[in-house]
């Protein structure tokens, strides 16, 4: 199985608060579905998360 990541992980990597991370998730890939309570993402998904907010967006 290969190694995931949460958005907490991430929210430490990035400097983004992990709430703006979920509520990208949710946008993205929906909410979760029972009985899941946490995020585990695969690499693509992390990079996607990455790419998202390593991206200059326009105010």
């Known amino acids: 199985m290969s190694p995931t990541l949460t958005p907490a992980e991430l929210a430490r990597e990035l400097s983004v608060p992990a709430k703006r991370i979920r509520s990208y998730l949710r946008s993205e890939y929906g909410?979760?579905?029972?009985?899941?309570?946490?995020?585990?993402?695969?690499?693509?998904?992390a990079n996607d998360v990455r790419d998202h907010f390593s991206t200059p967006r326009p105010r």
């Open 31 to 45: 909410r979760l579905k029972f009985p899941e309570t946490r995020w585990h993402l695969d690499a693509a998904q």
